[in-house]
């Protein structure tokens, strides 16, 4: 994912008004670091988490989460259809 495409999702999800977790590893952007604009995290700080890591299977199971964004990896696309919830796919590694 490139900078802009950090902004680009950050500024979509603040804009939907909807509550999200937000799992984002660290090495989640090519080239530089994961640096959200502040007024981001001060728009959604009441509706939006934000973590670099999560118990996935777990997270997938609960009746809260409506969907999945996702890089397409074996086991995110098999846990996210054992617990029902769609997914969006966005393939990142060359596996994909």
């Known amino acids: 994912m490139t900078p802009q495409?950090?902004?680009?999702?950050?500024?979509g999800l603040a804009d939907s008004k909807h509550t999200f977790l937000w799992i984002a590893?660290?090495?989640l952007v090519s080239g530089d670091s994961?640096?959200?604009?502040?007024?981001f995290l001060e728009e959604?700080?009441?509706?939006?988490l934000l973590a670099s890591w999560c118990p996935?299977?777990?997270?997938?199971?609960?009746?809260?989460?409506?969907?999945?964004?996702s890089h397409m990896g074996w086991n995110s696309m098999t846990e996210s259809l054992?617990?029902?919830v769609p997914m969006l796919c966005w393939p990142f590694f060359a596996e994909q």
């Open 56 to 69: 996935q299977e777990q997270i997938l199971k609960h009746p809260a989460i409506g969907g999945f964004l």
């Open 44 to 48: 959604t700080k009441e509706r939006g």
């Open 34 to 39: 994961a640096i959200l604009p502040a007024e």
């Open 25 to 27: 590893r660290p090495d």
């Open 5 to 11: 495409q950090l902004a680009e999702f950050a500024w």
């Open 82 to 84: 054992c617990g029902g």
